[in-house]
């Protein structure tokens, strides 16, 4: 153990590089769906939570939807707490459909408010003299199509339109990727990159081979080597 006091960053840095920390780092990250709508509010809120609880480092917690929605689809907000946004309205039915899954201006619109969060979480730490480390939520390619979708409609098109998934998922990486650059800029320390298909009620190892690992790895790439403190997150469904 290390004999001084650490900074939160510090304490961070020597974690993830296998060294001494004074203590074990803690992070925790719950939902604030009741201000997720306004990056404001919900910047304002996570960081009085992270005083509170004097955690070692922020996990945003954008609402789960915001890769989608600048897409055109139709959502349903509640804005209440522990209820999530939804996708209400089919956004594929026809093979020309897929002609709207385009790459995404990401300083613009639900993508850009999530920019603006990110801002204003670094603005308030460094108000408060406070920098510990800050971390955005990205989301697999697969997941983004798969939130998009919906799971029965995915693996409907993965069988019967599968150069046309793969025209998508190339779209979405490079949506991803734009979204991962712009953070950069603001300043994040790095990212939880999480998926939500690497699992096997989803799919088998040789179909995430195909429409998963590949995108994965370009959006991982693009900030490997460009921010220090970088999670993935493979979420599990029973």
């Known amino acids: 153990m290390c004999s001084r006091t650490m900074t939160k960053t510090e304490r961070v840095k020597a974690a993830v590089n296998f060294q001494e920390v004074d203590r074990i780092p803690l992070g925790l990250w719950p939902h604030h769906t009741d ?4 990056y404001v509010k919900l910047a304002d809120k996570q960081f009085a939570f992270y005083r509170e609880t004097d955690i070692d480092f922020v996990k945003l ?5 915001y890769t989608v929605e600048d897409y055109g689809c139709k959502i349903e907000k509640i804005c209440q707490p522990d209820q999530w946004p939804r996708i209400v309205e089919a956004f594929i039915e026809t093979p020309e459909d897929w002609e709207k899954i385009v790459p995404l201006d990401v300083t613009k619109g639900t993508y850009g408010n999530q920019l603006k969060y990110a801002e204003r979480m670094l603005q308030l730490m460094k108000e408060h ?14 997941t983004t199509l798969y939130k998009l979708l919906g799971e029965k409609k995915l693996f409907e098109e993965i069988e019967a339109h ?4 793969h025209r998508a998922l ?3 990486t490079e949506t991803t990727i734009a979204f991962v650059n712009e953070n950069i800029k ?3 320390s790095g990212f939880f990159f999480a998926s939500q298909l690497a699992n096997y009620r989803f799919m088998t190892n040789e179909m995430y081979d195909v429409f998963g690992e590949q995108y994965d790895l370009k959006v991982i790439g693009a900030y490997a080597d460009r921010t220090w403190f970088n999670v993935i997150h493979v979420h599990s469904f029973t």
């Open 35 to 38: 201000v997720d709508q306004d």
């Open 61 to 65: 917690m954008p609402f789960g939807l």
């Open 129 to 142: 003299q406070d920098e510990a480390p800050v971390i955005h939520t990205i989301f697999s390619p697969i």
């Open 162 to 165: 599968p150069t046309l998934v």
């Open 170 to 172: 190339e779209q979405v």
């Open 186 to 188: 603001l300043g994040v």
